[in-house]
T-cell receptor
Framework: AQKITQTQPGMFVQEKEAVTLDCTYD???????LFWYKQPSSGEMIFLIY??????QNATEGRYSLNFQKARKSANLVISASQLGDSAMYFC???????????????FGQGTELSVKP | ETGVTQTPRHLVMGMTNKKSLKCEQH?????MYWYKQSAKKPLELMFV???????ENNSVPSRFSPECPNSSHLFLHLHTLQPEDSALYLC??????????????FGPGTRLTVT
């Protein structure tokens, strides 16, 4: 079973509008972390935002916010006021365990390709 | 300056060649990672080093051999690769404290083509 599911292979959004990218996860570990990364066509993975499983408030970083619904096991990324430069692949990832028992590894979803239209 | 650098950015090699990928992080982190990203697949973790010791090896074929001489440098030595090894290889680093790890910062990747 997939641990990270991104159900939207591709999304379109009009410039200056907000967009939500979906992510659901599956874990039995009470302590975990959720991450969103952006990968432009150049290939580099750019860290956007992090949410810890014990964090009470949703994480925000500039135009990025994470809609964390723990009971539903969802961690959707909201991008407000989309810009042309936001066009890229977006990956949701989860960290389970510590660096000593699972290497602190990130488990990635399959990604959502976002295209921002002018 | 970019926090994590990788060289070369592109590499084409034959199946009998031996080459190495290099990664360097300038963030003062103590953990480094190698990931493989094949087309249409999620990123796959290959190796993890914490404080220069390997802590995770995700059943990677022996034709891939990592080396971590210090906390800032990570290498991936390649030999007798197969065409299916063609992929984007990404290096990442993170800070680990008392076993917990934080966000990983990635380099730009090496796009490898095996002919």
């Amino acid at each position: 079973a997939q641990k990270i599911t991104q159900t939207q292979p591709g999304m379109f959004v009009q410039e200056k509008e907000a967009v939500t990218l979906d992510c659901t996860y599956d874990t039995s570990d009470p302590s975990y972390g959720l991450f969103w990364y952006k990968q432009p066509s150049s290939g580099e993975m750019i860290f956007l935002i992090y949410q810890g499983s014990y964090d009470q408030q949703n994480a925000t970083e500039g135009r990025y916010s994470l809609n964390f619904q723990k009971a539903r096991k969802s961690a959707n990324l909201v991008i407000s006021a989309s810009q042309l430069g936001d066009s890229a692949m977006y990956f949701c990832a989860m960290r389970e365990g510590t660096i000593y028992n699972q290497g602190g590894k990130l488990i990635f979803g399959q990604g959502t390709e976002l295209s921002v239209k002018p | 300056e970019t926090g994590v650098t990788q060289t070369p950015r592109h590499l084409v090699m034959g199946m009998t060649n031996k080459k190495s990928l290099k990664c360097e992080q300038h963030l003062g982190h103590n953990a480094m990672y190698w990931y493989k990203q094949s087309a249409k697949k999620p990123l796959e973790l290959m190796f993890v080093y914490s404080l220069e010791e390997r802590v995770e090896n995700n059943s990677v074929p022996s034709r891939f051999s990592p080396e971590c001489p210090n906390s800032s440098h990570l290498f991936l030595h390649l030999h007798t690769l197969q065409p299916e090894d063609s992929a984007l290889y990404l290096c990442a680093s993170s800070q680990s404290q008392t076993g917990e790890t934080y966000e990983q910062y990635f380099g730009p990747g090496t796009r490898l083509t095996v002919t």
